[in-house]
Structure formats: structure tokens, C-alpha cells
């Protein structure tokens, strides 16, 4: 059987499903954007796996590839790509052709466009939707696919390399205070509520508490300075375990994030957790007062309350919401998303 996924940019949790099916003896064909600047990973690529570079074909020469490749169902990000759109026009009617989105549906004046374009532009390419979840299926059902054609869990957490750190840390001697952020430095993230709010903890409450902020961005170098912040720069995933052993809180103060892979990594990794209302992947990864606390997103105040809620919790406290931020964050795994990826072959 062979699998061809449009892809735009990799991300690791992404291969760690990519192995599963390697390993079922799929063969497995990827057409990928450029490496984003701002999140220089170091991919490590299953044998037998086939990657192509985007920029290196034109729309007619990936029709050309495709054709050659002869796939038996196709996975397409999105509909930014007016190429990969084309592809999966052309092979509607044959097999399988599965659109993958993460985009929450908020009923702005754009998503009101592509909701008059759906049939045009989506409908003639795709037949079947996937995406992350609930907020997700909302906004594909509105662009008029069929419940029936739509499918959750799109994104799925490298369980297994995240998992054992809970382990670890929680048999330390004592509980790390420590908070960590891990995302890019950009505006969408929310860091400018995240930083006045723990500068304004720092200056009002007694506490032992360091904020860890893991990552780069236009707005690095504008980053504050303050004896309680440590800022990391950019770090690979091998870098991520070691220093997942010694925090013992995880925020996402996000204004704008779709689904949020980061959050179910950091579950699985057994982290309480803070996390703005914007973030997509909190409706499956995050019960408010039993392995975190959700803020309203933009509201800084809310983020400071939330924030003293895991600084004033006791040890044991912390560790029990750590259990269960684990338990929500193994449920869902890559071989369960590779299971999903071998489900569309039976659709043919």
C-alpha cells in the first residue's frame, strides 16, 4: 500500500507517526515544505521513507511525481498549497483524498468566504476531512462536510519520548518550582501577558518559583530581563527531556493557537498546566482544576490568578495533578494516528 501525504512543515510528533506506519510496512511518500527558520529541528527520518522538497517541483511536475508515486490515498495540509489542491482534484474520484486542518471555526469574515467557496474549492478536491479535534469538526461540518466524512486526532504527541519523564521527576526529593514555557517568540503567543504577569507575582507574593522560557522568535532580542526568567533559546527534542526532569509546570499563554501539539507533549510528560482558552488542544488535554488551570485568553489578570494557583498548590498537590495530567496525555499515541492513517486505505 502506499500513502502520499502534502505536507507543509514537518514537526516531529508528525514522524513519530510516520515510523508506525514505516513500521507496518507501508510505504510512505512525503511532499514537504521548507524547515521554518524559527524551529530548526533535527529530523531523524525512518528508513524506506520517501521525502520530496516542495520547492524543487512546479504544479505540473508534482502531478508528474504523483502520477509516478501512485498512491493509494492522499493527504493534503490544508489549502494554502494551490498545487496540492490540484493533485488531489485530479484523484477524488479514484481514492481516498483526506484534507487536514486545524483551523477553529470563529466565524470571521474570511472563514464566512470559505464557507460560500467550500463547494468550489474544497469539495472538488477532498472527500474526507481530518483534523485535531472538537473545534476542528465544528469548522469543517460548517464548511459543509459530512459528520460522517470527519474524523478527530489528527495530531498526536510523541508519547513514548515524552512519557517516562513523569516518572523522574516526580521521585525527586523535592518538587521543581519551576515554570516552563516552550513555544516561538512571537506575538501570537502571548508572551507580553505571560511576562508582566510573572514580573507582577514576583514583585507582590513571597515565593520560590523561576519562570524557564524555551525558544526564538522576532521577539527574542526584545525579551525582558529579570532575575526570575530564564530564557533558553532554541532547543532540539533530545535537549527537551533533560530539562523536562527539573521544571515542574508547563504555561501557554497563546492569544492565537489552533490545536497546541505542545500541550499534549507536555501532558504526557506529566506537567500541571496553565493554558489560554485560545488553545485548541485544551478541550482534550486539560480539566480545569484536576491537572490545570485554563485563562481566559488576553486577560492578564486571569493568567496571574491561574499562575498563584500552581505557585500556592503543595508539593503532593502538584504531583497528583501531575498523574493525571499523564494519564489524559497517554491516551492518544502515535500508533493509535497510524491505525487512523491505515483506516482510509479500507475507504478505497
Known sequence: MTILFLYTELAGYFLAGIRELVSKSVDVHIVRWPVNKEAPFDFEFPNNLN??????????????????INPDVIFSSGWVDSGYLKVCRKYKSKIPTVLTMDNQWHGTFRQQIMRILSPFKLHSAYNKVWVPGIPQKEY???????????????????????SPIKSERNSKDKYPHRLLYVGRYI??????????????????????????????????????????????GFKQPSEMLELLKDVGAFVLPSRFEPWGVVVHEMAASGLPMVVSSAVGSVTEFLDEGVNGYIFSSEDADDLKCKLLKIIWQSDDELKKMSDNSYS????HTPQKWADKVMGYLDER
Do not use: M
Open 187 to 232: 506575538n501570537a503567543k502571548g508572551l507580553d501577558l505571560l511576562f508582566k504577569s510573572w514580573i507582577e507575582i514576583c514583585e507582590e507574593h513571597n515565593h520560590d518559583w523561576q519562570l524557564i522560557c524555551v525558544g526564538t522568535g522576532e521577539l527574542f532580542e526584545s525579551r525582558p530581563i529579570h532575575p526570575r526568567i530564564e530564557h533558553l
Open 140 to 162: 469543517a461540518l460548517k464548511l459543509g462536510f459530512k459528520e460522517a466524512d470527519i474524523q478527530t486526532g489528527f495530531y498526536s504527541a510523541d508519547v513514548d519520548f515524552f
Open 51 to 68: 521525502i520530496y522538497e516542495r520547492d524543487d517541483y512546479s504544479d505540473s511536475q508534482l502531478q508528474d511525481l504523483v502520477k509516478k
Open 328 to 331: 489524559k496525555g497517554i491516551r
